[in-house]
């Protein structure tokens, strides 16, 4: 870094002001009980900037990383107390021991000239000590107020570790199961994406940022990092303008509307322009159309990336790029350390660029309370992890998110006390994930500080206790043919399972098959170790890998009933099962507590409600796949539309919002007001005009009535789907614009209210090049999934 000799002895008077001023009031770990205003955060943000070197102020939109490998220090050779002691940062990541976090903190805190806290970043994704379900999971339940509950939690726990900020939530739709990273966001859908975005803001930040158990979020990954070309991570997304605003932008939108103070820009190029240093992305829709006040933090080293993309001609260029495009924070590759001081100097960029980036940093800082607060409280992180609601909540969220696929012969619930006169004596738990820990907790969860984790084998065992005999068989290793570059990393905890020859995969089927054969009844647990999904995992085909196929053949073909319990990260190629296995539950990542959430669901303690997230492909080669497609020139009701493969149905193995219960629901009544067609007969009109700009507030109401008429009590996740008939463009098939999550006991009728507003009823029109209302005959449905029959219709006039 470049030393401003000339500029700092101006400043001397300042520094001892200042040193005086930032010095730590309080050196406890709890934060402020009166939180600044919004004035004092900005007066004092103010204050300091004008204290600070450039050296100071470039230190702060840096975030250094906590991994000592040599690969990571490429552009910064001193080490990080150096740094820490001389300039201070802006942020430090990958530590996650709460020691050494607090040991860097005193050093910035006490050591450094102007005595700025250190922002501690970590991927808490759905959990620090107690890990949830993965997010695709907890999109799953279709329940917001759960998944606010959780991310709580994992606020909780992780700001008690001394981390105040968390990479999430990440809202990247995912329209193609080959990308690996669709297990981190919550699917392929917009509205439910927004949903999802909304409820993890809050249960992250809460209401007051300054709170002790708090941290700040940061949405991810700005943007279209899903729609990478054939799902290949890292690959170029090619998005038009309309897809952006209508299909991946909205997350983020609803993620900055409940207050997000971070976002971190994405890796992949975006149309040819990277997204960290994508100007469009990074300015004009974040901050010229959005108003976004907080900073921006590219993904790690994205900014020395610019260089290997081939969008900036070398690292400084890359540092000037991603600057001057709108990216505040540069996370680990330490470009802006080395290089903004000398295009400083150069007079390439204005001290005024770097004051403006550089106060939502420090205003985030001081809205935080880490100036009166910077240290952890180690004497509440013992009580903090171990807190039992947390893994009572935990196990809710696996009974809440998981999904029954199939049921057929109504073969789930178990019957463990032989209360239908079917009693289970011996069950066989057989496949290479019956008894997975970590693989339970998938990639991030598997990262932080998890606690203990329940197998599946586990799980039965504690539900049926010794009347039952409960054996396992592993049956074939599960490893990937490309290794995982993320394996050995030394704050990566992941391993492959060991290879096999042919002939050990062979025999470790037959010793499954012979215990299926003795035992009443075979819970066969497949997937996906958590290498398999995630970063850097994404695939070519959704096989059951490694032999797992086979394995389940085998054991159907002993005559045995049979359950598949899926772990995994994105839906897999299930079509034999789909046809031979009688009952399949999607389990996802289900974390910390999943062997019991799956125990209670197995044996009825708890009712499947979990509702897909994403439309369920029959194989690879019918990837992107989405319900929420336009129509094409062949009418949907012709004969031959279904299948545009000649070798393959066009429509999925099981749709987007599909999901069973062990009771049954049943959906009618539908009324739409005013402009209803209901029956074939208009009964009102309403105008409904203007674009986003317009002060409409007239709104279409519509109501169902749900019904539970099975004999159990159960949940059900009611869902609006709207069709706008024609328009300025053509509008989807159908679209996601309500739903709600109720529980209904046996012979339970209940009505469901929705409102249709101008949020649900606009879209971005290619044509109009804005957000538009327009007048237009839409379709209404209702029901338990995208294939939902309960129809109306209502017009809009002008
Ligand atoms: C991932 C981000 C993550 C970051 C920090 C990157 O490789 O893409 O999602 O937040 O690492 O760990």
Redesign the pocket.
Known sequence: MTIWPAVRSSLCFLILVGAFLCQPQHLSGQASANPLTEQQVRDKASALLKQMTPDEKIAQLSQLPGLPAPEFRENVSQPMEEILKKYGAGSV?WVSDPKEIDRLQHVAVEQSRLHIPVLFGL?VIHGYHTIFPAPIAMASSWDTKMVEGAQAVAAQEARAAGIQWT?AP?VDIARDARWGRMVEGAGEDPFLGAAMARAQVLGFQGKELSAPDRVLACV??FAGYGAADGGRDYDSSYIPEEEMWNIYLPPFKAALDAGVGSV?SA?MDLNDVPASGNPWLLDEVLRKSWGFQGFVVS??FAVRSLTTHGYARDNQDAAHKAFTAGLNMDMASGVYLKYLPIELQQGHISMQQIDNAVLPILETKFRMGLFEHPYTDESRLEQTLNDPTHRQMARAAVQRSTVLLRNEGRLLPLDKNGKTGKAIHSIAVIGPLGDAQDDLLSMWGAMTKPGPTVSVVQGIRDKVGSDVSVAYAHGPNLTRQFPSPFEGIPIVPMKEQPAQTPQEAQQSIQDAVALARRSDVAVVVLGEIDLMSA?YASRSSLRLSNGQQELLEAVAGTGKPVVLVLINGRPLDITWAAEHVPAILEAWYPGSEGGHGIADLLFGDANPSGHLPVSWPRSAGQLPLYYNHTLTQNPETAPNFKSRYWDLPSTPLYPFGYGLSYTTFSFDNLKVTPTARVGGKIVGETSVGGTNKGTNKETIAVSADVTNTGGRAGDTVVQLYIHQRAGSASRPVRQLKGFERLTLEPGAKRTVHFTLAKDELQFWSPIEKKWTVEPAQFDVWVGEDSTAKLHGEFRLTE
Do not use: I, Q, R
């Open positions: 990541l991927d990479f990440m991810k990954h971190m890796y993904d790690a970063e």
